[in-house]
């Protein structure tokens, strides 16, 4: 059971946009910056956003982050067919067991 | 061009250890806090154990307090956990992590991972 609540699968076709939510608490989200990985198919994680919204380089604009009280949001415009990965956000989390915290994950599927 | 690339994992039983290692290039490793993450099959990501650049300050998962050691060697660029105790539910794939600001926030760049398998 992670500590940060993805849905487990989101789906849209090519060229549309998708959102993909990532809910915490007081403890992670509400009070630390949240990241966003990718994760291709048999491939590392990768770094898509960091500090809630920035985008290290090489990061297209197709990819933005948002967070508004417990909540984080990944928005991804124009769809491709390799955007298909899962991916994970991230965050601090300073409860019982303080330490680095992921979200379950989402599995996207672009139709 | 940052690269991570991890080594040492392999199959071991109940109760075994293993060291895995994680060679760093591409940046100035010694002052670069460095994280330990994996991945159990078919699962989601599990942060495991970081280390500061100097190796003076180190953190640890409950998971694995007790039994895993972070360590690290800055004249050879070098990433350590030595995994102790091994236990089934240890069974992942391990990634090294750059930790770039040091505050275990994000990390900017993963090494493709190694395998390590507890089983009988």
């Known amino acids: 059971q992670s500590v940060l609540t993805q849905p487990p699968s989101v789906s849209a076709a090519p060229g549309q946009k998708v959102t993909i939510s990532c809910s915490g608490s007081s403890s992670n989200i509400g009070n630390n910056y949240v990241s966003w990985y990718q994760q291709l198919p048999g491939t590392a994680p990768k770094l898509l956003i960091y500090?809630?919204?920035k985008r290290p380089s090489g990061i297209p604009d197709r990819f933005s982050g948002s967070k508004s009280g417990t909540s984080a949001t990944l928005g991804i415009t124009g769809l491709q067919t390799g955007d298909e990965a899962d991916y994970y956000c991230g965050t601090w989390d300073r409860s019982l067991n303080p330490g680095p915290v992921f979200g379950g994950g989402t599995k996207l599927t672009v139709l | 061009e940052v690269q991570l690339l991890e080594s040492g994992g392999g199959l071991v039983q109940p109760g075994g250890s293993l060291r895995l290692s994680c060679a760093a290039s591409g940046f100035t490793f010694s002052t670069c806090a460095m994280t330990w993450v994996r991945q159990a099959p078919g699962k989601g990501l599990e942060w495991v154990s970081a280390?500061?650049?100097?190796?003076?300050?180190?953190y640890y998962a409950d998971s694995v307090k007790g039994r895993f050691t972070i360590s690290r060697d800055n004249s050879k660029n070098t990433l350590y956990l030595q995994m102790n105790s091994l236990r089934a539910e240890d069974t992942a794939i391990y990634y090294c992590?750059?930790?770039?600001?040091?505050?275990?926030?994000?990390?900017?760049?993963w090494g493709q991972g190694t395998l390590v398998t507890v089983s009988s």
């Open positions: 992590a750059k930790d770039p600001r040091g505050q275990l926030e994000n990390f900017d760049y």
């Open positions: 280390i500061s650049g100097g190796g003076g300050a180190t």
């Open positions: 500090e809630n919204n």
